[in-house]
């Protein structure tokens, strides 16, 4: 699964340049790094039509019906099959632009926070459907595939993810063989933070060292 991602650049331009994406001015303008996107917030997805690609805004999460009203991740395995997904598989693919995303460790009440990121830093680019309300706002949701070698310690699922020279291959055709695990040496996992915990929090601080772990005889004093 992939339930939390982050994009903290402050270069929308050279996010598009990655793509060879263009962008239009005024949704530029309401751009900014985000630490802890959670579903439903708006984001950033690469679209291919008309001769050219775009990096459009869209809200994470397709509607996917009465009894399971936001779907957030798509399952490569079923993408091709699965009702929901099937029509968008074959003519709304797009691109993700993150710079990581989040697992959890630990029990209920004391969930430790993953950042997987690349190494070195960089974006990350995860395989994506996308879909348009009959209002015209744009929506879409990320494909997972097993998890590597990396991710696997903390979760079974992760973010399929492209190489840039995938892109074109992916936003062009539905190529199901290109959502696949990603090799183990392109992440890096640590934990961050608890503050992620909350989708409030939305900062650099997210990011930051995990908070020291309050000693047992504290907890009982408290």
Known sequence: MCGR?????????????SFDAEVDPEDAARYRPHYNIAPTALHWIAVAG?????????????????????????????????????????RRRCVVPADGFFEWIGPPKDRRPIWFHAQGGGLL?????????EAGARTFAVITTDANAIV????NRMPALLDREEVREW?????????????????IGREVSRRV??????????????????????????
């Open 125 to 133: 680019l995860f395989a994506g459907l996308y879909d348009e309300t």
């Open 197 to 222: 915990n909350s989708a409030e929090n939305d900062d650099p601080a997210c990011l930051a060292p995990p908070e020291a772990p309050v000693p047992e005889r504290q907890l009982r004093l408290l």
């Open 5 to 17: 991602m982050t994009l903290t650049s402050d270069d929308l331009d050279a996010i598009a340049a």
């Open 152 to 155: 696997a310690p903390v979760h």
């Open 171 to 187: 936003l062009t055709l539905p190529a199901r063989e290109l959502l696949v695990p990603a090799p183990p040496e392109r992440l």
């Open 50 to 90: 008309g001769g050219r690609r775009r990096l459009i805004p869209a809200a994470w999460g397709i509607a996917g019906g009465p009894r399971l009203p936001l779907v957030i991740n798509a399952r490569a395995e079923t993408v091709a099959e699965k009702p929901l997904f099937r029509d968008a598989f074959r």
